[in-house]
C-alpha cells in the first residue's frame, strides 16, 4: 500500500510541478489579464463537469465492483452528453464568460466528462498506476502544445489554452479507451434495470457536496472577476493554484484508501487505515506547506511576473484552511468508500452557507484579501464538520487524529527503505 501512495505522490508532484509551469507560461506570456480569462475557461469546465458526475466521476468507483461496467459505462457518458448539450443553452442565456469560447468550452467538458468515466473505471478496477501515468500524460501534453502555440505560432490568447486542453484531453481520452474497452467486453455480470435510479441517488448526494463545495471555493472567482477585474483574478488564481497544490497530498492518499474501503467489508479496518493515512497527511501536508509560506514575495514576482505582488499574500491567507480541509478530503473519502456520501453533502453545505455568509459581510468589498479570508474559513468549517463525524463514526478523540512521533518515525523509516529498493 505504502509504495502505491508513494508512486502515486511522485506522479502527482510531477503534475504539479507540470501545471506550475503551465500557470507560469500563461502569466508571463498572457499577462494577469489574461490568466484571469483562462482561470474562468478552467473553472467553468468544472463547474459543468460536476453535473456531468452526477451519473459518473468518482461516484462509479463505489459502482465498478458491484455492477456491470458496459452498463456504467454507458449511463455515465449519455448523462454527461445531456448535460453538455443543457449547459451550451444555460452559458448562451448567462453572460457568465466571453461569447466565443462557449462552444469550445461545451466541446471541451464533454470530452473530458468521457475522460472521467474511462479514468474511474480504471480506478475502480485498482489500476492505480494506468491512471497515474494517464493524468501525467494529459499534463505533459498540455504544457507542452501550450507552449509550442506561444513561442513558435505567437498565438499569444487565452484560444492557445483551449487548443492545448484539447489535444491533451482527446488524446488521454484515446488511450483511457483502450485500457478501459477489455472490462466492458469482458464483463458479464447480470444488468441492474435499477442502476440509473442507484446512479442517480448515489451521485446525487456525492456531486451535491462537490457542487456545494465548488460553489463555496469557485463561486468567489466570478464575485471577484464582476467587482475587481480579470487582473485582480489572475493574480489570485495564482495564489490558490500554488496553495492547493498542497493537495495532491491527501488526493494522493484518498485515491490509495477510497478504493480499498469500497472494496473492503471489514469497517474497523477502514477506520484504522482511515486514521493512519490522516495523520500522514497532516505531517507531509506541513512539510509542504511551511517552506511555501517561508518563500519572500520577491520570489513570486520573479516567478509570475511583477503583476503578481499579491501572491504571497494570499498564500498566507489560504494556508490555515488549506491545512484542515486537507484532512478533511482523506476522511471524506473514507465515508465515500463506505457509501455515507451524506457525510461529505452536509459538510459542504456548511461550507456553502458560511461563504454565502460571509459574503454578506464583506459586500461589496470584494477585493483580494476578503475573498481569501472567506476561502479560508470555508475551508475551515467544512473540515471540521467531516472530522466531527468521523470522531463520532469511529468512536475516537480528536487526539487519535494528530501524529505522533512513532508516525514520523515510521514514516521516515519507509521513505529509507522506499528509496533503496
Known amino acids: 500500500m505504502i509504495k502505491k501512495i508513494a508512486f502515486t505522490f511522485a506522479i502527482k508532484i ?59 459505462f454507458f449511463l455515465s457518458n449519455c448523462w454527461s452528453l445531456l448535460v453538455c448539450i443543457a449547459s451550451y443553452f444555460i452559458f448562451n442565456t448567462f453572460d457568465l464568460i466571453m461569447p466565443e469560447v462557449v462552444l469550445p468550452l461545451i466541446v471541451l467538458t464533454l470530452i473530458n466528462s468521457f475522460l472521467t468515466t474511462n479514468m474511474t473505471i480504471l480506478l475502480g478496477q485498482e489500476r492505480i498506476t494506468a491512471h497515474n501515468i494517464i493524468s501525467l500524460l494529459q499534463a505533459i501534453i498540455n504544457l507542452g502544445i501550450l507552449f509550442l502555440m506561444f513561442e513558435s505560432i505567437n498565438k499569444l490568447n487565452v484560444t492557445s489554452y483551449i487548443y492545448s486542453l484539447y489535444a491533451s484531453m482527446g488524446l488521454c481520452l484515446l488511450i483511457s479507451s483502450f485500457l478501459v474497452i ?44 464582476n467587482f475587481s477585474g480579470e487582473v485582480v483574478l489572475g493574480i489570485f488564481s495564482n495564489g490558490v493554484s500554488l496553495i492547493e497544490s498542497v493537495f495532491l497530498i491527501s488526493n494522493s492518499i484518498s485515491t490509495v484508501l ?41 520570489f513570486f514576482t520573479w516567478l509570475f511576473g511583477s503583476e503578481f505582488a499579491g ?12 491545512l484542515f480541509y486537507n ?33 454578506m459581510l464583506f459586500y461589496p468589498n470584494f477585493g483580494i484579501d476578503q475573498i481569501a479570508i472567506i476561502s479560508t474559513v470555508s475551508y475551515i468549517t ?26 514520523i518515525k515510521w514514516l521516515g523509516k519507509e521513505a529509507k527503505e522506499l528509496f533503496h529498493r
Open 311 to 322: 501572491v504571497h499574500n494570499i498564500i498566507l491567507l489560504l494556508a490555515p484552511g488549506v
Open 382 to 407: 467544512t473540515a471540521a464538520l467531516i472530522i466531527y463525524h468521523f470522531k463520532k463514526d469511529a468512536g475516537i478523540g480528536l487526539l487519535k487524529l494528530i501524529p505522533k512521533i512513532s508516525d
Open 14 to 72: 510531477i503534475i504539479a510541478v507540470l501545471n506550475l509551469a503551465i500557470v507560469i507560461v500563461l502569466s508571463r506570456y498572457i499577462g494577469a489579464a489574461g490568466k484571469g480569462e483562462a482561470s474562468l475557461v478552467a473553472t467553468s469546465l468544472a463547474m459543468i463537469l460536476l453535473f456531468c458526475n452526477i451519473i459518473g466521476g468518482s461516484s462509479l468507483v463505489y459502482f465498478v465492483p458491484r455492477n456491470n461496467n458496459c452498463q456504467l
Open 182 to 225: 477489455p472490462y466492458l467486453i469482458k464483463d458479464k455480470s447480470p444488468r441492474d434495470q435499477k442502476l440509473v435510479f442507484k446512479l442517480f441517488e448515489y451521485g446525487a448526494y456525492s456531486q451535491a457536496g462537490h457542487i456545494m463545495k465548488f460553489m463555496s471555493f469557485r463561486c468567489t472567482y466570478y464575485m471577484l472577476v
Open 327 to 359: 484532512i478533511a478530503l482523506v476522511i471524506g473519502h473514507y465515508f465515500s468508500g463506505i457509501g455515507r456520501i451524506r457525510v461529505n453533502t452536509w459538510a459542504n453545505l456548511t461550507g456553502l452557507l458560511t461563504t454565502v455568509a460571509m459574503g
Open 258 to 298: 477510497f478504493p480499498k474501503v469500497a472494496n473492503s467489508g471489514d469497517n474497523e479496518y477502514s477506520r484504522t487505515i482511515t486514521i493512519q493515512l490522516t495523520r500522514f497527511s497532516i505531517i507531509l501536508c506541513l512539510l509542504a506547506l511551511i517552506p511555501l509560506c517561508l518563500l519572500p514575495p520577491s
